[in-house]
């Protein structure tokens, strides 16, 4: 009786050092920053993962405007814009993070020959600033130099990101992670023209299971004003297929040692 009881104290000192140190986990911070409504699907699977415990949000910069598909009938301006913001709500209930926020600066940036770039690319870094001041994230995602399919709008995004950490000295502050895909991934996809970086050089490799892979498959079937049915089953179809159910991101690094020399 006294060893039981002496063996059930131990279990029970364990178990609540156990929930201590649970609860002690510092939960992050996850701010996830895309151009446009559907671009959150490129990385569901680690949102879906990481929404499990810690605080992920997702803004997108643009407003989806000009992101015209002949089988949806909806034509260009704001009704697009409101069906798209509907689109992304969607995905985010289904991905289980926080819902989007939308800095609403105009699809493309007036590099497609509507507005003016300089005006939209200051509004875009102020309310982006502004946006990441509130929120004061541990972790930053956002396109890498290839900007996914070398979209514009994603690459603009990916370097303001960055010049404005670089510019407000938040750099040490909150890690900034670029997400890219490896050439087997590009490969994998190759009716999409994707970029991608040598896999060498991708220092975080993100794995993720069936239920977040499920996440991700409710997600894109949300964006029905730019997928048709059938583009949007071949995709899903793609998906369920590939299995190795990981991800790459390279983490933003500097040196901080002084040097007078290149």
Not at 16 to 43: S, V, Y
Not at 106 to 122: I, P, R, V
Not at 186 to 209: C, H, P, R, T
Request: hydrophobic share 35%; charged share 25%; net charge negative.
């Amino acid at each position: 009786m006294k060893y039981n009881a002496l063996r059930l104290g131990m279990l029970l000192f364990l178990a609540i050092g156990l929930l201590a140190c649970n609860n002690t986990l510092e939960k992050e911070i996850i701010l996830t920053i895309f151009a446009h409504p559907d671009d959150e699907t490129t990385i569901g699977p680690v949102l879906a993962k990481y929404a499990e415990n810690h605080e992920v949000y997702l803004v997108f910069s643009t407003d989806g405007s000009f992101g015209v598909n002949d089988h949806s009938g909806i034509p260009a301006g704001n009704s697009l814009v409101e069906i798209r913001k509907e689109e992304a709500e969607c995905s985010c209930a289904a991905l289980g993070i926080n819902p989007p926020i939308f800095l609403g600066i105009q699809d493309g940036m007036g590099l497609n020959c509507h507005g003016n770039f300089y005006e939209e690319e200051a509004m875009l870094k102020e309310r982006l600033l502004k946006t990441i001041l509130e929120i004061q994230p541990t972790k930053i995602i956002t396109f890498g130099p290839g900007g996914d399919t070398g979209h514009p709008d994603h690459r603009l995004l990916g370097g303001i990101t960055t010049e404005l950490l670089l510019r407000e000295n938040l750099i040490d502050d909150v890690d900034l992670y670029y997400f890219s895909w490896t050439k087997e991934q590009a490969e994998k996809y190759s009716q999409w023209n994707l970029n991608y970086a040598d896999k060498e050089l991708m220092d975080v490799e993100i794995s993720f299971g069936q239920g977040h892979k499920d996440a991700l498959i409710s997600s894109i079937r949300c964006h029905k004003s730019q997928y048709t049915p059938e583009e949007m089953e071949s995709w899903i179809a793609m998906e369920e297929a590939d299995q190795s159910n990981v991800l790459y991101f390279r983490k933003f690094k500097r040196d901080k040692k002084k040097k007078s020399e290149f």
